[in-house]
């Protein structure tokens, strides 16, 4: 079986969608799969230092990156595009990640005409909060673009079950495909010491740290943190909160003002984006975890959060009722007192916390791996070129 993987791209500022789709590519070629990527060189408001149309190989599977250039929010590649309409004809399915988006639009459109079946992968972008938001120009693209591509598709890959009744909302009827984002159980075997982190970032050091880990964007729902952590800080004064993630929207400054708000900026820390050693070594060094979003796809900082032992808090828009099934984190509603409330009594009972984290890593360890989730969607695309 030959998958190519089409994704507008990739780079670490894009946070989890991107890493979810490196991590699932390399997990299903290495069950045997034949896979190929092609990306642009992107990454958000600077480009990546890769060698461009020419197949870089990597651990398991090739990678292809093109040049770009950006049309408002859109970036269009004209080289990918022909590249597209050449090749996509030798593979036996094809994989499209995000929506509203011209490079996945293109590739929707080509596999049509070609004939070649495809699966798209909205990474959230179907929910009602995305959707809602700016919605004027969505709408015009979904009508025109997201809606026909949705209705051809051999399968929409959702990540949550709470994504299935939405999607359906939209009244499509293109079967649907559950399968979530995972983890590689190797990256949690054995966590960093917690003092590479709390040297990188001394004003951490001594402090009961809660981490946020993702994109510094409006719908992560950082201004309900503001009011949340104001609460905690006042009960706990010894707590300093870390919002680790890249400010690929520039909406940090405006983030930084609901805390200042709030009252307690001081008592927050900004790393920007973290990769590597000094991510892990965040995991290790905080005491709990929160998310607390008004809309997800799955989110891959959750997962890993829960895999590091974290008692986490975090709302219902990140689609993880399994989570609370298994009493393994604290789902709250979107509401800034409800997170507040869930943030200071996992502080307040530790022992209560510790073991809801220890429940939390191997639930996840037992159920969102990625050789999992990789052995159920090659038996979706199995049965798609069957049909």
């Known amino acids: 079986m030959k998958l190519l993987t089409v994704i507008p791209g990739i780079g670490a500022s894009y946070g989890g969608p991107s890493k979810s789709v490196t991590e699932l590519v390399e997990a299903l070629a290495h069950q045997g799969i034949e896979v190929d990527m092609v990306t642009t060189n992107a990454d958000t408001n600077r480009q990546l230092e890769v060698t461009l149309q020419t197949w870089i190989p990597q651990s398991s599977y090739r990678i292809q990156y093109f040049p770009y250039w950006h049309v408002h929010d859109y970036k269009i590649s004209p080289s990918l595009t022909r590249w597209l309409i050449k090749n996509v004809a030798n593979y036996d399915i094809v994989m499209t ?33 995305a959707l809602s938001y700016k919605a004027w120009k969505k709408r015009f693209y979904y009508t025109w673009f997201e809606q026909p591509a949705l209705q051809n598709a051999s399968a929409i890959r959702v990540l949550a079950s ?65 009011k949340a952590f104001a609460q905690v800080h006042a009960v706990f004064p010894q707590t300093h909160l870390v919002v680790a993630g890249p400010d690929n929207t520039r909406f940090l400054s405006t983030v930084q003002g609901y805390f200042k708000e ?38 891959m900082s959750v997962l890993e959060g829960m895999a590091s032992s974290l008692p986490c ?10 989570a609370t099934a298994a009493n393994a984190a604290i789902v709250v509603e979107i509401d800034s007192e409800a997170i507040a409330n869930a943030l200071i009594h996992c502080l307040k009972y530790p022992d209560e916390a510790k073991a809801m984290g220890d429940r939390a890593r191997q639930f996840i360890l037992e159920n969102y791996t990625w050789n999992k989730i990789a052995t159920q969607m090659i038996e979706v695309y199995q049965s798609i070129l069957d049909r």
Not at 99 to 127: D, T
Not at 264 to 274: E, P, R
């Open 262 to 299: 709030a009252g307690c900026l001081d008592s927050v820390t900004f790393t920007g984006i973290l990769t590597g050693e000094l991510k892990f070594a965040a995991f290790a060094a905080a005491d709990v975890y929160v998310a607390p979003s008004y809309s997800e796809g799955f989110s």
């Open 162 to 226: 709470r994504e299935i009744d939405n999607v359906k909302q939209l009244h499509i009827d293109t079967p649907l495909m559950l399968a979530p984002n995972g983890i590689h159980c190797e990256d949690f075997e054995t966590l960093p010491n917690p003092q590479i982190f709390l040297q990188a970032f001394p004003k951490t050091q001594q402090k009961s740290l809660i981490l946020f880990m993702g994109r510094i964007d409006p719908k992560k729902g950082l201004d309900l943190l503001a």
């Open 313 to 322: 808090v975090i709302t219902t828009a990140c689609n993880f009722p399994e």
């Open 97 to 129: 990640h995000a929506n509203f988006s011209y490079i996945s639009s293109v590739a929707n459109w080509i596999c049509r005409s070609q004939k070649v079946p495809y699966v798209m992968n909205p990474h959230g972008m179907l929910e009602p909060w």
